[in-house]
């Protein structure tokens, strides 16, 4: 059986956790899930690092012993995971015995064998990055990413001989081109190692100094400090050096964490496992900062993002979509409530939502929400066109996130999402109806259907609950253990004759726009000029519901409310009017034979994928009559606000046809 360990840094506990701890804890979470669907047995380690000097300073400032701040600030992080979606296999602490107990035995095996010795130094200590800095590193004078002046430090110590494994470092790195991915950080690592001998590696701090730290087992006057301590817990949690998970999951190892921390994890660690006798890992992937409005997330700045908050905001599928769709993996990216709002609309309400909630009517309303057999449809080579559109973007899928490639990944399933869109929309279904074309009705949906099916398996490593809610809707059980991810690369898997689906998705409800309020009134000075000409029968071109000079309406009997039938229905289809900017023609499904076309005056506000699929309130019992040529059977509601419009519609999803009363 295939094997993968994951792991992500050990946070520091001298802070909350933010956005930035989120997103590597949630990457190594879809790295896990991805490959626990082709079969994989996983193993993904978390934790938290908890000895050093900052730490000592956070639970001082606090009021508390270390242990007591330490056990707090980790349980913040062990807490939060389950709340993002995240299952890790194990969470560890460096204050753990077990843990302890390692750092204590890989010290003496590599003081045993002369490549620990004692030394005096003198060097520029930067507290942040909890290490001496060379000469090189500081940026006039100062630490280039704590922006601070390292104190000059004088003292006798303990050194690891770093500076031995150089050269296999280099050569290793360079036989191995993925073992540092992305490029850029390989590129970074070799020219450091390139540039001059690297200095041996100060393991120790005095107890006189400090002493929240694991002791030296051959001097106790001494403790080792955080690298020496913090990188070891890869292989604790391993059970090295005899542990069963050891031998199994160490071959295949796989670190994740972000630029910061390039340097520790690619020339200390690897060798101080050489040191160790051990192989490196396998890849080291190197990840970006997040960024608030291009400025680096800190306390002090009071930017920090919750990422409680962000999941409470946009759903923790939507969050976990959004973080890994944005990212270029190795790249920076910018956070912003706009963006995420602009990119949960436009992928999920928009693209994969309305497929959802329309083609899930449609099989409600053409065949009882219950699939024929494949047997009687009648395929042709657009639905064995997108068949293999769909194969074509699974595998690129499994490319890209196997190397953690994730924003690429997913724009490839979404060519599939906008390629199931365009199917409908081209095989109007509605029409097939009409016309009586069942076999070839039977065979759109099930073409359409199975593709929503794998895009749904597909995206379950990226956000598990919405994935398996969405499979559910098409009337699949969902295990990952018995998830065929490898016969997902090779065939669209039919849903079987019989299978029942939902009726109604509403999976990723749209979202407020956070919009500024300049860009958000664009569109109301726009709409302006326009109001006179607006015509009837589409929603009322009321100005804002909230003008004070608006005469009030007359007061009306129960009665004549009660003769207007109002329903809820589903947006099937949205074509422009010829020669008519401002109008379209919208097929809604009522739970009637046939959908119904009411002409309706949204195209200013709307993109077509912005509507299709969405339920709205249509009058069923308006008098047909023709606009611009088209005859219109009702009027879709909305509400003009002062940035646009906004339609009116049902909290949850509603069987089409759903009375107002
Ligand atoms: N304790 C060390 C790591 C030891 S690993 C053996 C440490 N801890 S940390 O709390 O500072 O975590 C740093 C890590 O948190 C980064 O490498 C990254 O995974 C994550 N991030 C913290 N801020 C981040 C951003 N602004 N953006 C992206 N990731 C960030 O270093």
Request: hydrophobic share 45%.
């Amino acid at each position: 059986m295939n094997r993968f360990f994951i792991s992500t840094p050990i946070y520091y506990v001298n802070a909350k956790p933010h956005l930035g701890h989120a997103y590597t804890t949630i990457v190594a979470d879809c790295a896990a899930r991805f490959h626990r669907l082709f079969g994989e047995e996983v193993f993904f380690l978390t934790g938290t690092d908890e000895h050093g000097d900052k730490i000592a300073e956070a639970a001082k400032a606090a009021g508390q012993t270390p242990a007591q701040y330490a056990d707090a600030i980790s349980a913040l992080f062990r807490d939060m995971w389950p709340h993002l979606g995240i299952e890790y296999t194990r969470f560890i602490r460096t204050t753990e015995k077990e843990h302890v107990r390692t750092v204590q035995a890989a010290l003496q095996k590599v003081h045993d064998q002369g490549d620990i010795y004692f030394g005096d130094y003198g060097g520029h200590y930067c507290f942040g990055c909890e290490r001496f800095l060379t000469e090189k590193e500081l940026v006039d004078g100062l630490c280039p990413d704590h922006k601070t002046k390292p104190e000059y430090i004088a003292e006798k110590n303990y050194f690891f001989r770093m500076s031995r494994y150089q050269d296999r470092l280099l050569e290793h790195i360079r036989k191995n081109p993925d073992f540092i991915r992305p490029t850029q950080y390989r590129n970074e690592v070799i020219s450091l190692l390139e540039s001059g001998a690297l200095e041996d590696l100060c393991i120790s701090r005095p107890t006189s100094r400090l002493t929240w730290g694991v002791k030296l087992p051959f001097d106790e006057n001494y403790v080792t400090y955080v690298w020496f301590d913090a990188l070891i817990n890869y292989i604790t949690a391993l059970g090295w050096p005899n542990g069963e998970n050891f031998a199994a999951f160490w071959p295949c190892a796989q670190h994740l964490v972000a630029k910061d921390i390039l340097k520790p994890h690619a020339v200390f660690w690897p060798t101080m496992l050489m040191a160790l006798g051990l192989e490196p890992y396998r890849h080291l992937n190197v990840h970006g900062y997040w960024l608030v409005k291009d400025t680096k997330m800190s306390k002090s700045l009071g930017n920090v993002v919750e990422p409680r908050a962000m999941a409470q905001a946009f759903g923790v599928s939507g969050m976990r979509y959004f973080l890994l769709r944005e990212m270029t993996f190795g790249h920076d990216a910018s956070f912003s409530e706009e963006s995420m709002t602009a990119r949960f609309n436009a992928d999920l309400a928009n693209d994969l939502g309305n497929l959802f909630n329309r083609v899930l009517a449609m099989t409600h309303r053409y065949f009882g929400g219950v699939l024929p057999e494949t047997a009687g449809a009648d395929f042709s080579k657009e639905d064995s066109d997108l068949a293999g559109l769909a194969v074509a973007a699974a595998c690129n899928w499994r490319d890209m996130f196997v190397s953690m490639r994730f924003s690429k990944g997913l724009e490839a399933l979404w060519e599939l999402v906008r390629a199931l869109n365009k199917h409908v929309d081209a095989s109007a279904p509605w029409t097939l109806f009409k016309e009586g074309k069942t076999a070839r009705l039977s065979a759109v949906l099930h073409t359409t259907l199975a593709g929503m099916r794998k895009v749904a398996m597909l995206l379950w490593p990226v956000m598990p609950e919405a994935a398996e809610k969405m499979l559910a809707q098409l009337g699949q059980a969902f295990a990952p253990a018995t998830a065929d991810a490898a016969r997902e690369m090779a065939e669209l898997v039919m849903l079987p004759g019989g299978t029942r689906v939902e009726t109604a998705s509403a999976l990723f409800p749209r979202r407020e726009s956070l919009a500024s309020p300049e860009t958000a009134t664009a569109p109301a000075k726009a709409s302006k000029a326009k109001e006179k000409s607006l015509p009837a029968g589409a929603p009322a071109p009321a100005k804002d519901a909230r003008a004070k000079d608006a005469p009030a309406p007359a007061e009306v009997e129960f009665a004549d409310f009660q003769k207007l039938d109002l329903r809820l229905g589903t947006v099937l289809s949205v074509a422009p009017v010829p020669g008519a900017d401002r109008l379209y023609i919208v097929t809604v499904d009522l739970g009637e034979d046939s959908p119904r076309q009411v002409v309706a005056g949204l195209a200013e506000f709307f993109k077509p994928d912005e509507l299709s699929g969405r339920q709205v309130v249509v009058v069923a019992n308006l008098k047909p009559r023709k606009l611009r040529g088209v005859m219109s059977h009702g009027m879709i509601l909305a509400v003009r606000t002062s940035g646009g419009m906004e339609l009116l519609t049902a909290s949850g999803a509603v069987v089409p046809g759903s009375r107002v009363s």
